[in-house]
DNA sequence: GCCGTTTTCGGCCCGACTGTTTTCAGTCG
């Protein structure tokens, strides 16, 4: 069995946990910490990085000792490292640091002193009162573990973009209402446009004596007070998603915007630069000794360390301090580049809008073009089309074009990609569209030679235009499929074709990484939104914001041409 | 455990809030 990036970053958390909890060296805890972060960010597979001998050395924070143990995961699937480790302590140790309250030194104190190792130990000692009576414990500890525990409550729950964006935007706009307030951003992974977010922060600035700290514990949201301070307070929404606010002098603005944006990993880089220069940049500025010399701007603070500004959405230490540097910052697609959607469902099958009502709710988005791509015969439940019965949309769309709307109907078909890699409807009928885009609706679980070549022998359809939704993942529902993403890519450059960026805030598939790795390969990514209703081509800031994630310019994105330039393009993608 | 325009040793980002304390450890971001 394979070892994914995942499963080698997994054994470096769970070293860096358990040797905290035994009180080692925080900063070799950290590097620990570092490297599963790094790894699990990567692009590329370790394991093929392996098997083509390549130096992990490299990577930033892999030394010999962590690249050693890379190759030691990756040949057994674990390290001797940690099986020591689990035989010092029970592994079940780590479960426990992910209950609200608990950390490291809390977790070593119960062990020591109760040994408790387990959740269902932890929970019978705290209901016989035996954990308030330990140092450093007390009462108040005590209940919320109880109540943690009772409702399942972890640290780590995690909330798609587009859902922490419907209770996110109303704060904000509440917050906007409140006396004195000033400016109102959300920033953290938010800003980043991370798929994912685990909690939302908010960085305001208001005249002094604003009721912004009461008013923001009072949001009629609000389930439970965390924590709350003059500068900082903590709520959980009833929708179960934490809010951080964090009110800062406006002069303090730009550096606690980028203080509180992130991510961990690129604020440490930029902080150790600032080092470099003997300045310190905390959330309050940019300083030098005590005197304060800049911060009420993002690009105040990137200037004290001689960077231009860098987009959030490139903000991970992925390499973006070293381009920013060299003064290659790409300049990232906005969503203004858009000139239309190339993934587009109707109710002939299983949208809700007619052909009609999609291609004129497209075209008030201000799109030159929309293609209109149905499911295949295949996806039965979603009453897939056949060949007649595309035919006959084709005709519709052919009428509907010569009425001359102001925005030109591409004909396509969102097709089927069987288990042996052939296409669901015939070529004859592929032949009369303008775009064929191409995905896998079934069989996710081919091993990775047999997915990747199923994939690569329909990409040798001559009528295949674009791979959709490429790794077939749903964000915190279904894994990515087995593919050699790099094979794909490099395919799609000698045939020609296009790679999608499904922008549905359930895929946003292509992953930023793929976006990287498109873009270096030279293939155009199509940005579309796979809308099954009018309001879903609302999900294109999604799409943007992957793209953007991947470092993608408004060239490297197939719809950002103008109809003339697509159709070229479509044309020469069907190779001779 | 990593790393080097101050360095092959001695550093490693920085601050707010809570709860348990009576000056601060622990957790969190």
Redesign the pocket.
Known sequence: MAVHNADIAKVFEEIADLLEIQGE?P??I???RNASRLIEGLGVSIGEMIEKNEDL?EL????????GKINEVVATGTCE?LEKLRKQLPPTLTTLLRI????????QTLYRELDIGTPEQLYAAAHEGKI?AL????????TTILQAMEKHVE?EARFKLATAAQYAEPLKSYLETIPGVNRVVIA?SYRRAKETVG?I?VLVTARRGSPVMDRFTEYDEVEQIL???????TVKLRCGL?V?LRFVPQASFGAALHYFTGS?AH??AI??LG??K?L?????GVFRGTKRITGETEESVFRSVDLPFIPPEMRENRGEIEAARAGKLPRLVEIGDIRGDLHVHTNATDGHNTLKEMVEAAKMRGYEYVAITEHSRRVTVAKGLDPQRLRKQIDEIDRLNEKRLGITVLKGIEVDILEDGKLDLPDSVLSELDLVVCAVHSKFDLPKGRQTERVLRAMDNRYFTILAHPTGRLIQERGPLELDMLKVIRKARERGCFLELNAHPERLDLLDVYCQMARDEGVAVAVSTDAHSTRDYDYMKYGIGQARRGWLEAKDVLNTKGLADLERLLKAARGA
């Open positions: 060296n900063f070799r950290r590097a620990y050395t930033p924070g892999i030394g010999k000792d962590l690249a490292a609200p309250g608990l950390g490291p030194k809390r977790v308030s140092p450093h414990f007390g009462e108040k500890i005590e640290k953290g909690d922060d924590s709350k301070g003059p500068t900082r307070s934490q951080d961990k604020n440490i902080r150790r080092q470099q003997r310190k940049i905390n959330e309050y």
